[in-house]
């Protein structure tokens, strides 16, 4: 059995700092445990388990507001937390095609830039401007 931890060891462990723990209890997505008369908060094993969570999420693209939905769903919510990641799967791939529509206009830009006479104006310019050259 794991032993509890202070607010520090339980950052070191996680890979956070504290301020990011007190963010996360502020939240109410990282429970924070009694004050005792004497000596300091612990925490649970469960809070890293918690908070390596939260990081996966994040990194998945999860935003915090996503990912207290998800946490209060819990286990055995399957159904529903399937839907919550159907959902981001379908933004991000949104988020994919917006990017790629982008990097497809900018690189059209850079070739029209490439081509243009000196006595001209930029094509970049006058596009970000909505001016037509």
């Not at 890979?15 to 997505?29: A, D, K």
């Amino acid at each position: 059995m794991t032993k509890p931890r202070t607010i520090g060891q339980l950052a070191r462990q996680a890979g956070v700092n504290i301020e990011t723990i007190r963010y996360y209890q502020r939240l109410g997505i990282i429970s924070e445990p009694p004050k005792p008369e004497q000596g300091y908060r612990v925490y649970p094993h469960e809070s890293v388990e918690r908070i390596l969570f939260i990081r996966r999420a994040k990194q998945l693209g999860f935003s915090l507001k996503e990912i207290a939905e998800l946490l209060a769903l819990g286990d055995g919510h399957c159904d529903d937390v399937r839907l919550h990641a159907e959902n981001k799967q379908a933004q991000i791939n949104k988020q994919i095609r917006d990017l790629q529509n982008l990097q497809q206009t900018l690189d059209k830009l850079i070739k029209t830039c490439q081509q243009k006479e000196n006595n001209t104006r930029c094509p970049i310019v006058a596009s970000l401007s909505g001016l037509h050259s």
